[in-house]
């Protein structure tokens, strides 16, 4: 797949929005503990970066995925990882389902707004006691006439605590395992719907990570996403997304690790030789610039697949289990690298470290990767 000028732009336009709107900014948003995100999306919508792959009608850019790719790795370049994660569960990940699958009237009135950035969104998954194994959900949504009442809690949602709605998946039937789930949108301003903490976690400190509650929430039945039922299905395919991007991401926050990493070794002079000039260092930055190559090369080929309509289910377990993984290598040797000064709080590398070991957790930690590609290769899962 060959990039063109358009996107070229397109990479030019975000790294000046990040250098510009968001880099200057990010020790604050980490002390606070959040991204102002009702302040920031409004500036990320002005360039289309919410709605790129989304219908103009709704306020989309109408491209296709390789733009979403460009975007999401120039995120890597963030100072701080949370900060992309947000824009991709605003972009990429809360809204998939609702722009293939929602009514006109549930786009025009969620959808549209999200684009637009004057509405937050979330998606809400995970439960205190389900967390990979999402078969297991039990938050319940209980039809009565023409609303669903909703009953249940969900852990770790990222935007929680700012988000105007949810993309909620629940339990709509009796039946057992991965049947009978539902995606529904849920207003967050609704009597019933609380959130009930944040979480002080060890990186991506700028994310508003949320216990969300719902105590017979009631919503209309037309807040439904897609078919009544198939809410797990639809819900696999919205994880797909997310791992290609969170395996776009990485790439370009690997490569802008490294680069960093390659000037401090150039200038730093370790008895009377550069640190550059002695080989292992310089090995070992160019195995991993390797790897990261091969990590782009698999991306590109996976959006490629994408566009084409091919079922990607594959290469995308493949990228997030790599990704995960290639970035926990890269932060831990550009620390190294640093030496004492990359273990202090003030520089770049330890924000790094810290913030890159979720990749190997969220959107299906590197177990449950493992689980699915052994079973696409017929072996136990």
């Not at 786009?107 to 004057?118: D, F, H, M, S, V």
């Not at 690790?257 to 730093?268: C, G, H, K, N």
Request: aromatic share 8%.
């Amino acid at each position: 797949m060959r990039l063109n000028e358009d996107h070229q732009a397109l990479r030019e336009s975000v790294r000046r929005f990040v250098d510009a709107e968001i880099n200057p900014y990010v020790d604050d948003w980490e002390a606070a503990g959040r991204v102002p995100l009702h302040s920031l999306f409004p500036k990320a919508a002005k360039l289309g970066l919410l709605g790129l792959e989304y219908a103009p009608e709704y306020g989309g850019e109408g491209a296709d995925h390789s733009f979403q790719m460009i975007a999401a790795e120039e995120y890597g370049r963030i100072n701080a990882t949370g900060v992309g994660m947000a824009i991709g569960v605003q972009a990429a990940m809360a809204t998939p389902s609702l722009h293939e699958l929602g009514t006109p009237e549930l786009k025009e009135r969620y959808l549209a707004p999200a684009i637009a950035g004057t509405a937050v969104a979330a998606i809400a998954v995970t439960e205190p006691d389900t967390g990979s194994d999402v078969s297991r959900l039990r938050t319940r949504a209980a039809r009565d006439g023409d609303d669903w009442v909703i009953t249940g809690r969900k852990v770790y949602i990222t935007n929680g605590a700012q988000a105007d709605w949810i993309c909620l998946l629940a339990r709509t039937s009796d039946e057992g395992g991965h049947r009978g789930m539902s995606q529904i949108v849920v207003p967050t301003d609704l009597p019933g719907f609380s959130v009930a903490r944040t979480f002080d976690k060890l990186g991506n400190r700028c994310s508003d990570t949320a216990e969300l509650v719902f105590d017979e929430v009631r919503v209309p039945v037309a807040n439904t996403i897609g078919v009544i039922g198939r809410g797990f299905q639809q819900q696999m395919r919205q994880f797909v997304l997310e791992r290609m991007f969170a395996s776009y991401t990485t790439v370009g926050g690997a490569q802008h690790a490294l680069d960093r990493t390659r000037d401090f070794v150039r200038d730093r002079t370790v008895f009377g030789t550069r640190l550059a000039d002695r080989q292992y260092v310089a090995f070992r930055l160019t195995e991993l610039q390797a790897e990261v190559d091969l990590l782009r090369s698999h991306n590109l080929q996976t959006c490629e697949a994408l566009m084409a309509g091919e079922d990607i289910t594959r290469q995308a377990t493949v990228a997030k289990l790599k990704a995960g993984r290639l970035i926990r290598e890269v932060a831990d040797w550009c620390l190294q690298f640093h030496g004492g000064m990359g273990y202090l709080e003030d520089t770049w590398t330890a924000r790094l470290v810290r913030d890159t070991r979720l990749t190997s957790i969220g959107a299906g930690a590197d177990e449950v990767m493992l689980s699915v590609l052994a079973r696409l290769d017929g072996l136990p899962g």
